[in-house]
């Protein structure tokens, strides 16, 4: 007999954004059948929800405002952050280090 399937998930660096995914995990409201009506405690908590709703990590099961957080989307959603947050990172480094180069050298493009 199989236990029960793990589930992780990376944390949000966001409070607004952790603050929604903690609520959802908290009621359990991973899967459709166990979707919660959700009302957000504040403007910002509210942008993120929206956020979230569009970007297809927090979906909407049936009518009536009842919703739950997809954990597999909520996943690909943080990686994809990451990849994009790793790749700014590393554009920003070539950059420095370029400015760096050039100041090294005295603020001339020609070779000394």
Known sequence: MAGPARVQ????RNPDQRA???YFMAQGAVLPGDA???SPAKPAEREQFELMVRSGVIK???QGGYYWLD????NADSRS????????AALIAVILAVA???LYQGGSLTPP
């Open 100 to 102: 760096l180069m050039f």
């Open 20 to 22: 929604v995914t903690a």
């Open 36 to 38: 919660v009506l959700y």
């Open 9 to 12: 998930i990376t944390a949000p």
């Open 60 to 62: 909407q099961a049936g």
């Open 71 to 74: 954990i597999a989307a909520y």
């Open 81 to 88: 952050r990451q990849a994009k947050l790793g790749a700014a």
